[in-house]
């Protein structure tokens, strides 16, 4: 059980970091988690955000691999794709190289549906390639016979493709934060990204060239 959710994920992961260790040194360096308790509130990521490997501001981009075992009709959604103007021209970039695809780009704001909420919420753009929800899912008949191995192996390629481009770029991607809990008080993203141009200090008003007197509370025995 749990063919699609999430052994599809999974094997995905494993896949691509074996595919990565056989290549050249890439430029920046990946981590690959699996994550635990995800149906449970996703509390595994969670656990993570607050305890990261990698300090937040120093990470590109997070790709979360949920459900991508049953491509159907050649669709495959990407979410995510608001977090970041960068990360969604990498995947727009990337598409043509897999017409055993059908692409849908979701524009709409990222949502806490996946592990990939922490890490929006820490401030780091977000992926989340999805091939749709089933009436399977959650059940003893999520098996490994509903899978479509041949789109699962195209999901596949096309995150390792996106990741690598990402990885090799010199600019940190950037972050766009499409909700409030991402952006704190001072209207700011709660991590600045480092390419990100910091906003300007605001101005100190001009100081008096003759300075008062400071002032101090006399004390009990009358000295000041």
Known sequence: NGADDNASGTSAILEIAEAFA????????????????????????????????????????????????????????????????????????????????????????????SDMWAFYQAGVPVLFPFSGYNEEMHSIKDRPETINYEGLSQATRLVAEIAWRVSETQAYPDYRGTNKDAIGPDGQYRIPRPNQPKPAPKEKPPEDSEKEEEFSMPRGDGQR
């Open 22 to 113: 056989g290549q050249r040194k890439p430029r920046r360096s990946f981590l690959f988690i699996a994550f635990t308790g995800e149906e449970k509130g996703l509390l595994g990521s969670a656990w993570y955000a607050r305890h990261p490997v990698v300090p937040h501001e120093k990470t590109l981009a997070m790709i979360n691999i949920d459900m991508i075992g049953r491509v159907k009709n050649r669709r495959l959604e990407m979410h995510g794709m608001a977090s970041s103007k960068a990360l969604a021209q990498h995947v727009r970039d990337c598409a043509p190289l897999f017409p055993e695809l059908s692409l849908k780009f979701n524009e709409q704001p990222v949502g806490p549906v």
